[in-house]
């Protein structure tokens, strides 16, 4: 069946950083956008980056650019984020997502989800 599984979130330190992995099963990621969102307490849910595997496109949002980057590895058909200096701002459930709009932040463009992994950055 189709799923998508993220890993890899924690606790950490400001100024640390993370991988998540976003593990695709039931389909190969070539043709479709894969995107990372994140969802604080209180907040609304926010696009964080996405990528295209077909010709390795990517998205970021403005509070992430120079941090984060975003990757694919079509054999074992995983998205990663790496995030780097991170801060308490970060600290959110992050998912990842399918969807069919290449390029997309926005969650309504996305209608596939995982079950998300919790990154905490506190001292």
């Known amino acids: 069946q189709l799923r998508l599984v993220e890993s890899g979130g924690g606790l950490v330190q400001p100024g640390g950083s993370l991988r998540l992995s976003c593990a695709a099963s039931g389909f190969t990621l070539d043709g479709y956008a894969i995107g990372w969102f994140r969802q604080a307490p209180g907040k609304e849910r926010e696009g964080v980056s996405s990528?295209?595997?077909?010709?390795?496109?990517?998205s970021y949002a403005d509070f992430v650019k120079g941090r984060f980057t975003i990757s694919s590895d079509n054999a074992k058909n995983t998205v990663y984020l790496q995030m780097n200096s991170l801060n308490p701002e970060d600290t959110a459930i992050y998912y990842c997502?399918?969807?069919?709009?290449?390029?997309?932040?926005?969650?309504?463009?996305?209608?596939?989800w995982g079950q998300g992994t919790q990154v905490t950055v506190s001292s």
């Open positions: 997502a399918r969807g069919a709009r290449h390029g997309s932040l926005w969650p309504a463009d996305f209608y596939t």
């Open positions: 990528i295209t595997s077909h010709d390795g496109s990517t």
